[in-house]
């Protein structure tokens, strides 16, 4: 039995060493930098120890604007992409014929370049000296004024926002829910049948349950997926996300490094851990709900 360990262990060491290398290593290094004060990263050099670099973080505009976006996102965005992914599914699974030439269909967004599908969104909603984009169109049309979804309004920014992380996320949401839903035992929706089980009795009773750990993983991933958007903002409103008001807290701490207001990798450092914190402590709360509502 030692031996069969020693092996086991032996197997584990590389994936050990390349987790402990590239996520533990540089997480104590990024908690260790949030606690330097005035760190210049070309001399290594820092004059303080303390948490002035999280209260300054905690006190900046950018940083509150960029924390209340990113919770709005992940308000609508999560439960919405799941929801619509869930009904898509079920719908897909009740459907035989051509059901693989569907999932494909929808799955197709999803390996497209973020890039490339943010550039269609703009055509859609944008507003030109030449035209005031399709949507307008089809908004004018049912008799309502135009608005500038790109460069107008906060929530019609982040209207559009909301949207495309949606039309973004859902299609991997389709495919694993479908699989789930094709994996429940056919032997218990024929005997909730055979009592006269309406279908959404048997939906709710059999098939939510089933589900329930897919969609508690979906859920779990969604969260984790929104708050670490960034991508999705920069093809949408470009690189300069303040201005914008549509950062994101991934933006800001790209902004600290790198940013024109780059160069300040403990300010950066201290948002990381805020972040981290953040989706540790919602991961945390998410587990103890699903022991009660999760069935595996």
């Not at 987790?19 to 070309?42: C, H, K, Q, R, T």
């Not at 035989?96 to 909603?125: D, H």
């Not at 300040?264 to 699903?290: D, E, H, K, Q």
Request: with cysteine.
């Amino acid at each position: 039995m030692e031996k069969r360990n020693a092996k086991a262990w032996l197997y584990l060491v590389p994936a050990i060493l390349f987790l402990g290398f590239f996520m533990v290593y540089p997480l104590i290094d990024v908690f260790i930098y949030s606690f330097e004060e005035g760190y210049n990263s070309a001399s290594q050099t820092f004059f303080g120890v303390g948490t002035y670099n999280y209260s300054y973080v905690l006190h900046d505009p950018y940083f509150l604007q960029a924390l209340k976006n990113t919770f709005i996102l992940v308000i609508i965005t999560v439960p919405l992409s799941t929801g619509i992914a869930l009904l898509i599914s079920v719908g897909l699974s009740s459907i035989k014929p051509l059901r693989n030439l569907y999932q494909t269909v929808y799955f197709l967004p999803y390996v497209t370049n973020t890039l490339a599908v943010g550039l269609v969104f703009m055509i859609l909603f944008k507003k030109t000296a030449y035209s005031d984009g399709l949507i307008n169109m089809l908004i004018n049309w049912f008799g309502g004024n135009s608005v500038d979804f790109i460069d107008g309004p906060y929530w019609a920014k982040m209207f559009v926002l909301c949207f495309y992380t949606i039309w973004v996320v859902m299609p991997f949401k389709i495919l694993i829910l479908t699989s789930a839903l094709a994996s429940v035992n056919e032997e218990y929706y024929k005997a909730a049948q055979v009592d006269g089980t309406s279908k959404f009795r048997i939906f709710r009773k059999i098939t939510l349950p089933m589900i329930s750990p897919t969609l508690f993983y979906l859920v779990i991933t969604g969260f984790i997926g929104a708050f670490k958007a960034y991508s999705d903002a920069v093809a949408l409103f470009g690189t300069n996300l303040n201005a914008a008001e549509m950062n994101t807290i991934v933006g800001y701490i790209y902004d600290m490094l790198y940013g024109d207001s780059g160069g300040y990798p403990s300010y950066a450092s201290a948002a990381a851990i805020i972040l981290f914190t953040i989706v540790l402590t919602i991961t945390c709360i998410n587990l103890l709900i699903s022991k009660k509502h999760v069935h595996y």
